[in-house]
T-cell receptor
Framework: ETGVTQSPTHLIKTRGQQVTLRCSSQ?????VSWYQQALGQGPQFIFQ???????GRGNFPPRFSGLQFPNYSSELNVNALELDDSALYLC????????????FGPGTRLLVL | SQQGEEDPQALSIQEGENATMNCSYK?????LQWYRQNSGRGLVHLIL?????REKHSGRLRVTLDTSKKSSSLLITASRAADTASYFC???????????FGGGTRLMVKP
């Protein structure tokens, strides 16, 4: 157990819809990173939030956005869902932005039909 | 895009045997980490090796890093059926705020 939780565990959406995924970090961790993991592949970095501001972004379009709240919770929002957005979405919390160790949640599996 | 490649993509061994997985990467790194993932669930951090280290041990795990060849290996000794999982290497670059993962090695340990 890493102390990082995510909700929901599974989600089914239709193409064009919007989705919000939630993550609760370890207490005291001011940094959260989000990753997308397509089936059979390694995770890909979406973005990182540090003290409620975006602190780095991977190669993902602007329809992927996030929020981080002072209570160690965060959200990943995806607009205009596409079939290729079907994946496992993982959040990871760390003590601060350049901490070596990230603690991963169990993930949310999103299916876009 | 993924930083590196892992080799082999899949590995099947008998309980008690050793398992070796290799990882190659492309750019300069701050450190390299190995993670384990069971059945598409969350990632569990196994071990971290810094760019100025060459070898590290943790229980039945041994990791090596060769920065001149931009490669790393993970050795699991005396494997158990419970070691069955996917194993990923991940590199942290000098910016220090993101991990770049390889494609993973799927290990099956038969009892």
């Amino acid at each position: 157990e890493t102390g990082v939780t995510q909700s929901p565990t599974h989600l089914i959406k239709t193409r064009g819809q919007q989705v919000t995924l939630r993550c609760s970090s370890q207490s005291g961790h001011n940094t959260v990173s989000w990753y997308q993991q397509a089936l059979g592949q390694g995770p890909q970095f979406i973005f990182q939030y540090y003290r409620e501001e975006e602190n780095g972004r991977g190669n993902f379009p602007p329809r992927f956005s996030g929020l981080q709240f002072p209570n160690y919770s965060s959200e990943l929002n995806v607009n205009a869902l596409e079939l290729d957005d079907s994946a496992l979405y993982l959040c990871a919390s760390s003590l601060t932005w350049d901490s070596e160790t990230q603690y991963f949640g169990p993930g949310t599996r999103l299916l876009v039909l | 895009s993924q930083q590196g490649e892992e080799d082999p993509q899949a590995l099947s061994i008998q309980e008690g045997e050793n398992a070796t997985m290799n990882c190659s990467y492309k750019t300069s790194i701050n450190n390299l980490q190995w993670y384990r993932q069971n059945s598409g669930r969350g990632l569990v951090h196994l071990i971290l090796i810094r760019s100025n280290e060459r070898e590290k041990h943790s229980g039945r795990l041994r990791v090596t890093l060769d920065t001149s060849k931009k490669s790393s290996s993970l050795l699991i000794t005396a494997s158990r059926a419970a070691d069955t999982a996917s194993y990923f290497c991940a590199t942290e670059d000098n910016a220090g705020n993101m991990l770049t993962f390889g494609g993973g090695t799927r290990l099956m340990v038969k009892p």
